[in-house]
């Protein structure tokens, strides 16, 4: 799989040209219906031919532009191990394609910008969640979704505790940390023997204290969720340090040094699923509370002119949905169209990304959900 990083869907969203092609197609692992994969693609690139000529392109610059796509039918692309999707984005001097465990339905997009709400699902609404796998001799921290995790370099932070305090490893008796009491502020009693044993606290301290300010900068604008991955001493020490204030009460135990980046995603979405089932449903409700008033709308023209107004808190979209129009982003002029027009984008699309790129939150909601509606939203103000 090719993990999609998050500054790499918000540079798909940035880019803007007059002929920008999205495929997405389904794909297997296994069995007979792989034979149809690559019949499915040439179908889609023989479809976006035609709506570039249509576009205006001669037909030689249609071949060209999506010559990186056909040379995918033409090697060995199709006899690896692909995933239950394929998404392609092409336009003049760009070409990425991801496989994805999400399973798409067929889809050509072409049009000033690139298709990208069937990618709704990979985004933080969807499960994100970090892992952070501390132990005396490494320090991990993996940014996760429900369909995989990617390792994320730590550049200029310590990277184990000797490199962080500047002394060398020293054998240190072994000890435990517990708290005498359950309840909120408890105090945090140091079990051992020795004199080594206080000093020690006060050197893990120092630690926690030196992570919180050089994680800093990777975590300074998020509120997912994270995940603590150690033993079992370690974690009141890091919640007392508040290392990351959105942190779980709930810890992977055990020592991350032994278990891979996957398997961390695993035991952590555990862990963060009820959360974000919680965090969903009541979102839901508040923005059922406030349709009808000035803070939330299911008006695609409302919720567009302020997801570009940056005023989208939160955006549930029907991503099996379509609301073809334009939009003006210099006037801010938005046009409804019942059907399909030359020109026309889907106006779900276009909220989804400014939602986004604003900051906002973004639920992908079945129909049913949705009571009927395409799209929904909660405005900031």
């Known amino acids: 799989m090719d993990f999609v990083l998050q500054n790499e869907i918000r540079g798909l969203m940035r880019k803007r040209s007059d002929c920008c092609v999205s495929l997405y197609l389904p794909t297997h692992r296994t069995g007979r219906e792989t034979l149809q994969d690559p019949i499915r693609l040439d179908n889609l690139l023989r479809g976006a031919e035609k709506e570039l000529v249509a576009a205006g392109l001669r037909s030689s610059e249609a071949r060209e532009l999506l010559q990186p796509a056909q040379a995918l039918l033409e090697d060995t692309f199709f006899t690896r191990r692909l995933a239950e999707g394929l998404s392609i984005f092409i336009s003049k001097d760009f070409f990425k394609y991801f496989r994805l465990p999400i399973h798409f339905y067929e889809r050509l997009h072409v049009g000033?910008?690139?298709?990208?709400?069937?990618l709704v699902p990979l985004l933080h609404s969807s499960k994100r969640f970090y892992v952070l796998a501390v132990s005396r001799k490494s320090l991990r921290l993996i940014e996760c979704t429900e369909f995989g995790a990617n390792e994320i370099e730590l550049e200029g932070v310590p990277l184990n505790m000797r490199e962080g305090l500047g002394y060398e490893e020293e054998s240190i008796p072994l000890f435990r940390m517990s708290s005498q009491a359950s309840s909120p502020g408890a105090a945090t009693m140091v079990h051992g023997h020795g004199g080594a044993i206080e000093s020690e606290k006060e050197r893990l301290w120092r630690w926690f204290q030196i992570l919180k300010d050089s994680l800093h900068p990777f975590l300074r604008q998020e509120k997912i969720p994270l995940v603590f991955a150690g033993v079992e001493y370690l974690f009141p020490l890091f919640r007392e340090v508040e290392v990351y204030k959105n942190t779980l009460n709930e810890f992977i135990e055990g020592n991350p040094d032994e278990i891979d980046s996957l398997e961390l995603q695993k035991k952590g979405l555990r862990l963060v699923?009820?959360?974000?089932?919680?965090?969903k449903e009541r979102a839901i409700r508040r923005c059922m509370d406030l349709l009808g008033g000035?803070?939330?709308?299911?008006?695609?023209?409302?919720i567009l002119a302020g997801a570009a107004a940056g005023r989208i808190d939160t955006l549930f979209v029907n991503t099996g949905a379509e609301q073809w129009g334009t939009y003006d982003p210099s006037s801010g002029r938005v046009e409804v169209h019942s059907e399909r027009q030359t020109g026309d984008e889907d106006l779900l699309d276009l909220a989804f990304v400014h939602t986004y790129l604003n900051g906002g939150n973004v639920y992908?909601?079945?129909?049913?959900e949705m009571a009927g509606k395409n799209a929904a939203a909660i405005l900031r103000y």
Do not use: C, H, T, W
């Open 112 to 118: 000033r910008q690139f298709y990208l709400k069937p």
């Open 273 to 279: 699923s009820p959360y974000f089932s919680m965090e």
């Open 294 to 302: 000035g803070l939330a709308s299911d008006n695609i023209v409302d």
């Open 364 to 368: 992908e909601l079945e129909s049913p």
